[in-house]
């Protein structure tokens, strides 16, 4: 009996803290409603509208209605037309474009004459899950497009069976290698979570333990502390890459094909951008449980969204736009691009450029929560 | 510049509607002691934390080292040492890494012999190595003040240092603020005990927030215009309830096996000790000892009518 005493008294003290600990009650419903919103409605196993360029050699009327086609399918969205394979592969190595429809000068020619008349589709196989299912839906879009317009005169053309040849050439990733894909990611990922945790415990930790107190009282700058706290994890950060990076060269093989200058730089940037971040969530939570917390609640999008587990293209618009705002989804950009497409920095500025911004910004608002006083 | 090392006037702090901090002038002499006495709760470290710019006031400014107070804190905290109520260095940094630490924190020059000098002094060397963490309460504090003072400071704030230190320590303790003080530095060190209060030069009371008196002892002692009778007859403690219950006399305490009853009110008092049962014990008149006065002073100001939220 006494014993049941005891256990209300530990419960009820229990959900008094509970209570109190408002952060921990945020999260605890946060994160489900986080989960099923991304789970349920960014996340797409089966990637649409995944963003095309065309590339028209001589414009007539079936080129067009091929292109109408592609545009009425769910699969592709042609974004652009470009005039020469050089404007394609910038389009490639920036990511921007993930199909290079090619319709030959002489496609209609041939297709009047009965010659099964090529018609050229490049994917970017990088991520190999975001193409697959666009690439294996192309033909049926091809002749179901063209069948319009085989009328009156070109009605003998009409026909089930398939009447043009559509080439699939999946660049960067023939071989359609997941692991191509997700071991440079990975990099992104565990850098992300490692630095913006460890960060985030920073000025927690000295909070809790009371010696906030006592730095406070001697004569140093937030500036000062924040470099201070952050420089030794970008040492682990760059060990951890090491480690990584080695293994995906011996263990899966994977290939660098880019400049590793690019990539060194890249990584420095990311690195100071999760460390800002954590240094920010450090000054923002009176404790480490909660610091933990909001590092949770940062990298589970991070992880969903960046474009990691599910290609970034096949999410809505506001997924997508969320994932902007993710370091880690511009820092998958450039590793992917470095290793696997070689691209160079003139391809990557911008993802460098947002990452900058990033940190400038977080980096404002670390200094500016930080307290020099105990107020 | 002024001869004050602090020189601060109409000090308010709030936290949220509660006013902790109430209107509190301080002017204390460089290369003096002074101790800071006033019950818990009362706002001696909320002040303190003012002083070296860990807390903003929310109203009211001055001078620390001829520094102003909330525009120079930067300034004022390289020349101040500031040893924490709750101990706040590292649990789990060694006596020696901690002592580093500092020394790096303000640049000293001959890092290496400093703290090996400090270590020394506080007959630690053996223990050096040890986590700070693994000290008992009494070392804790001992290492702090060390730490506090290594960058000889111009000022030390001291937020009862010595609670929890042994007798011979907190002995040493005080021969060692006096030296400092010999050196020109000024002190302003928060205390519970008396016999502290008493190797003060001034002392300045605070009680709920108000600074209520401040002065030297003796100064302190008169301004109180308290009258203290004592009586050592066996037995005397059997009358210490009817004595608490007579409206005239303001507190009774035991001193050993002595009883002190005192009172701001002379004659109102003499008649309390003339009458029955009381005049059945040999009481004789004293000056009020220091405690005799807070305690008094503690009563005349009542309860914390402070708004807590
Ligand atoms: N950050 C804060 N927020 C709200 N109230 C506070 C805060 N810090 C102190 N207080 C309140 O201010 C009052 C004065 O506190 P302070 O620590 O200055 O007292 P003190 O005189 O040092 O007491 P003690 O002798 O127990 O150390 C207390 O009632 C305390 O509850
Ligand atoms: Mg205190």
């Known amino acids: 009996m006494n014993s049941l005493f005891r256990i209300w008294a530990i419960l009820s003290k229990e959900m008094i803290q509970m209570r109190r600990d408002r952060m921990t009650f945020a999260m605890m419903v946060g994160v489900p409603i986080m989960q099923l919103i991304l789970f349920g409605f960014a996340i797409n196993n089966d990637p649409k509208g995944l963003p095309t360029a065309v590339f028209i050699e001589a414009p007539d009327q079936h080129s067009r209605t091929i292109v109408e086609g592609f545009k009425l399918s769910e699969y592709f969205d042609v974004v652009t037309a470009v005039s020469n394979y050089q404007q394609a592969d910038d389009l490639f190595l920036k990511g921007e474009i993930t199909f290079l429809l090619v319709i030959p000068a002489d496609f209609t020619k041939k297709l009047v004459r009965q010659e099964m008349p090529q018609l050229l589709i490049s994917a970017d196989a990088s991520d190999p899950a975001a193409s697959s299912n666009a690439i294996a839906k192309a033909s049926v879009i091809v002749s179901k497009a063209l069948n319009h317009d085989f009328v009156g005169s070109l009605n003998f053309l009409k026909s089930t069976k398939p009447n043009v040849d559509v080439i699939i050439h999946p660049k960067y990733n023939p071989q359609g290698i997941t692991q191509y894909n997700i071991v440079p990611g990975l990099l992104g990922v565990i850098l992300t979570m490692t630095s913006v945790m460890i960060t985030s415990m920073a000025m927690t930790r000295e909070r809790e333990k009371g010696n906030l107190e006592n730095i406070l009282a001697m004569p140093v700058k937030p500036f000062e502390v924040m470099v201070g706290k952050i420089a030794p994890y970008v040492l682990i950060g760059l060990i951890q890459t090491a480690i990584i990076l080695s293994a995906a060269s011996f263990l899966f093989e994977v290939p660098f094909l880019g400049s590793f200058m690019i990539l060194n730089s890249a990584i420095l940037i990311f690195l100071l951008a999760n460390l800002c971040l954590g240094f920010t969530f450090s000054t923002i939570a009176t404790t480490q449980m909660q610091a933990m917390q909001m590092t949770f609640f940062f990298f589970l999008p991070s992880l969903l969204l960046s474009g990691f587990m599910f290609p970034f293209r096949g999410m809505p618009q506001w997924a997508q736009l969320i994932g902007e705002m993710l370091p880690l989804t511009h820092f998958l950009r450039i590793v992917r691009g470095v290793m696997l497409k070689a691209a160079d920095f003139s391809h990557l500025a911008n993802e460098f450029y947002a990452l900058i911004g990033f940190i400038v910004l977080i980096g404002i608002v670390a200094i500016a929560r930080y307290r020099t006083t105990l107020d | ?309």
């Not at chain 2, 006495?37 to 001829?66: E, V, Y």
């Not at chain 2, 004022?76 to 020394?103: A, C, H, P």
């Not at chain 2, 007579?246 to 009883?259: H, K, Q, R, T």
Request: aromatic residues 8%.
């Open chain 2, 1 to 309: 510049m002024n001869d004050f090392a602090v020189d601060v006037k109409s000090l308010v702090k709030e936290f949220g509607k509660t006013r902790v901090v109430d209107d509190v002038a301080l002017q204390i002499p460089k290369g003096q002691v002074w101790g800071f006495l006033g019950p818990n709760g009362s706002g001696k470290t909320t002040t303190i934390r003012m002083l070296c710019g860990l807390l903003t006031p929310t109203q009211g400014s001055g001078t620390c080292l001829g520094l102003d107070i909330i525009t120079e804190a930067e300034k004022i905290k390289l020349q101040t040492g500031y040893m924490t109520q709750k101990f706040s260095f590292w649990e789990d940094l060694s006596i020696r890494e901690n002592l580093d630490f500092v020394s790096r924190m303000y640049n000293l020059p001959n890092r290496k012999a400093k703290v090996d000098d400090v270590i020394a002094r506080l007959d630690l060397t053996q223990r050096q190595h040890q986590l700070a963490g693994d000290l008992s309460g009494g070392w804790k504090q001992r290492l702090a003040l060390a730490a506090v003072t290594m960058h000889n400071p111009k000022l030390l704030l001291l937020d009862e240092p010595t609670a929890g230190v042994d007798p011979k320590a907190r002995r040493e303790f005080w021969d060692q603020i006096h030296e400092l003080t010999n050196q020109g530095i000024t002190i302003l060190v928060s205390t519970h005990y008396m016999d502290e209060a008493e190797r003060c030069d001034q002392i300045a009371y605070l009680a709920h927030g108000k600074l209520i008196t401040q002065g030297t002892v003796r100064d302190v002692i008169a301004a109180s215009n308290l009258t203290t009778y004592v009586s050592i007859n066996k037995g005397v403690r059997q009358f210490a309830s009817a004595l608490k219950a007579e409206d005239d006399i303001e507190n009774v305490s035991y001193f050993g096996a002595a009883l002190h009853i005192s009172s701001t009110n002379t004659v109102a008092i003499e008649n309390v000790i003339k009458r029955a049962p009381f005049d059945s014990l040999d009481w004789q008149k004293i000056t009020p000892s220091l405690e005799d006065v807070f305690i008094s002073l503690m009563t005349s100001v009542g309860n914390d009518k402070r708004d807590y939220q």
